[in-house]
T-cell receptor
Framework: KQEVTQIPAALSVPEGENLVLNCSFTDSAIYNLQWFRQDPGKGLTSLLLIQSSQREQTSGRLNASLDKSSGRSTLYIAASQPGDSATYLCAVDVRSGGGADGLTFGKGTHLIIQP | NAGVMQNPRHLVRRRGQEARLRCSPMKGHSHVYWYRQLPEEGLKFMVYLQKENIIDESGMPKERFSAEFPKEGPSILRIQQVVRGDSAAYFC???????????????FGEGSRLTVL
């Protein structure tokens, strides 16, 4: 059974810092990995999707890497801003034969950027 | 192009009542997923549907929960005889047809927050 763990559970840093959020998963047989952002009381916004054949994806100040063999992904946020404050969720799409479909989510990293 | 639309955004029910949550996928999307987010927990997959078909309901509780995605109209997640433990945020996501294996990129609605008194 796929399990996704995100570390740290919470992070508070001053504005302007570069930071790294970590995600690990137990089953390396995945189709892809997605990073989402969730604001309080809101839905999820897709940030980056990395296919299993890719090593990284970049969008603006965000860069996500994937090391499928070690079951790890990192989300790098450059020059953090107060507007980046949110919960960041990592989710993997499991390549399973007849098992559960859909994404398996971690519990998220709650990020606060101090002005 | 409207995103995934869920309603109601907030729903309050007393124990034993029924809850119906609706989801309209993005235009052109034929796949719908329902997820549940319990307080302090991650999102958990519940069910995956295409029009008039339940593809995977392995995450659905065996009793009281059902889902449908009719040929016309929104997808509906129905919870009968609600209990306090059903209080959660229920998220719907949609995706376009999948030419390749895998879920592909999902687009989420803003969720329906159910409170059971």
């Amino acid at each position: 059974k796929q399990e996704v763990t995100q570390i740290p559970a919470a992070l508070s840093v001053p504005e302007g810092e570069n930071l790294v959020l970590n995600c690990s998963f137990t089953d390396s047989a995945i189709y892809n990995l997605q990073w989402f952002r969730q604001d309080p009381g809101k839905g999820l916004t897709s940030l980056l999707l990395i296919q299993s054949s890719q090593r990284e994806q970049t969008s603006g100040r965000l860069n996500a890497s994937l090391d499928k063999s070690s079951g790890r992904s990192t989300l790098y946020i450059a020059a953090s801003q107060p507007g980046d404050s949110a919960t960041y969720l990592c989710a993997v799409d499991v390549r399973s034969g007849g098992g559960a479909d859909g994404l398996t989510f971690g519990k998220g990293t709650h990020l606060i950027i101090q002005p | 192009n409207a995103g995934v639309m869920q309603n109601p955004r907030h729903l309050v029910r007393r124990r034993g009542q029924e809850a119906r949550l609706r989801c309209s996928p993005m235009k052109g999307h034929s796949h719908v997923y329902w997820y549940r987010q319990l307080p302090e927990e991650g999102l958990k997959f519940m069910v995956y549907l295409q029009k008039e078909n339940i593809i995977d309901e392995s995450g659905m509780p065996k009793e009281r929960f059902s889902a449908e995605f009719p040929k016309e109209g929104p997808s509906i997640l129905r919870i009968q005889q609600v209990v306090r433990g059903d209080s959660a945020a229920y998220f719907c996501a949609s995706s376009p047809p999948r030419p390749k294996p895998g879920t592909g990129e999902l687009f989420f609605g803003e969720g329906s927050r159910l409170t059971v008194l």
